[in-house]
């Protein structure tokens, strides 16, 4: 080896820096001076970030440290897991700040380890369903329906995931629990954006556990109330609605959107419903709701945008779920909307934006 070999050798200089920041975690996706190999390889880590998120959760880890900081053997032992196994989970978490790990393996909440409690702002139930092993499972096949254009879900079971989880009363709960979340999420944006006051009768249909409509009808105390959902979803209903004080201005409606929908209200509310289900499915919902919406009613549709440029968005993210769990299920872009609404005799009026990823649309009938 002369002595230029090993000159020639050393890596280049981007490599060193790359290690270099990997080391130190400085280097984030977002850096446009490394190559994108390296960049990519950066993407990828954060895959470990949610099964662990999951553990989280599922241990209700952020509970168990409400009162204070503890010690992982103490963790472990009151989440009933190996106290080695849940520190390397742990101290993963806590290198991107969910979670924050002192001297001597003790760990403490951050501000994004709280939302894994459940309460106001909870994220746990989501978290729970949507990284548990279902849908794990099933988004590991997502090669096989880009393939074959169909869902994984139904290959797998045989059904869709709505009949799946009617006959696994578990899953259900969480599932129900999760979309409160969501709704949670997203409710000072909705009602930061969207102006109520129009409405005397307001129709939450598929409103699962009542949560957002409670919310609604707390802040229009002069508003009357309809929840519409299939049995299973109501049973918690009752609770939600006398927790907020509103029970009396509530009527509980029992049955499904495919087939019909109840008449009463100047305001049909569809939030995280249409991305569901396919084109055809989609105009069956909104041509039951035109059947019954007043000549001057609406259809208040609160649903992410796919933007047509080629932007990040969440939406586009959002909708590989769609793809793998929900047969024909997608997001829409807007004029994909506009497509829905004609056939099923329905104009979109107006959409608006909020501080959150989704917006809403108010859909009119069209004489």
């Known amino acids: 080896m002369n002595k230029n070999s090993h000159h020639q050798s050393l890596p280049p200089k981007w490599i060193v820096k790359a290690i270099q920041g990997l080391r130190k ?30 553990v989280a959760a599922e241990l ?9 900081e503890k010690q992982i053997t103490e963790l472990a032992q009151e989440s009933g897991s190996d106290d080695e196994s849940l ?10 700040n969910i979670f924050r790990e002192g001297t001597n393996r003790i760990f403490a909440n951050t501000r994004l380890s709280k ?16 990284l548990g092993k279902l849908n794990w499972q099933i988004s590991g096949e997502l090669l096989e329906c880009v393939r074959t254009g169909k869902d994984a879900f139904r290959r797998n079971y045989n059904q869709n995931i709505y009949d799946y989880l009617a006959g696994d009363p578990g899953n259900y709960e969480i599932f129900d629990r999760s979309m409160s979340d969501l709704s949670s999420l997203g409710l000072a944006p909705l009602l930061q954006a969207y102006n109520f006051s129009s409405f005397r009768t307001l129709a939450d249909v598929g409103g699962g556990e009542g949560f957002l409509l409670a919310n609604i009808l707390k802040n229009y105390p002069a508003m009357q109330g309809i929840l519409f959902d299939m049995p299973a979803a109501l049973t918690k209903a009752t609770d939600i609605f006398q927790q907020y004080d509103v029970m009396n201005r509530v009527k509980l409606k029992e049955g499904n959107f495919l087939e019909s929908i109840p008449e009463g209200a ?12 396919n084109d055809e499915d989609c105009i069956t919902i909104l041509s ?37 769990s929900m047969p024909g299920g997608r997001e829409r872009t807007r004029k994909e909307f ?14 608006y934006s909020t501080i959150a990823p989704v917006s809403i649309i108010d859909a009119c009938r069209n004489n």
């Open 25 to 54: 975690g400085l280097l984030t996706i977002h850096d446009s001076s490394f190559p994108g190999n390296v960049v990519l390889y950066e993407k990828f880590q954060y895959f470990y970030l949610l099964p662990s998120l999951y």
């Open 60 to 68: 209700n880890i952020a509970w168990l440290l409400k009162d204070g």
């Open 87 to 96: 520190y390397r989970v742990m101290r993963a978490l806590a290198s991107h």
């Open 115 to 130: 939302p894994l409690m459940d309460g106001d702002g909870s994220l746990r139930q989501m978290l729970r369903h949507h």
């Open 266 to 277: 100047d305001g049909y509310l569809l939030k995280n419903i249409i991305h569901n289900w």
């Open 288 to 324: 039951n709701i035109r059947k019954v919406l007043p000549v001057k009613g609406k259809i208040i549709i609160v649903e992410m945008i796919v933007p047509e440029a080629n932007i990040p968005s969440a939406a586009k993210m959002i909708d590989i779920q769609m793809l793998t």
């Open 338 to 351: 506009e497509s829905l609404f004609r056939r099923a005799g329905l104009i979109l009026c107006r959409e």
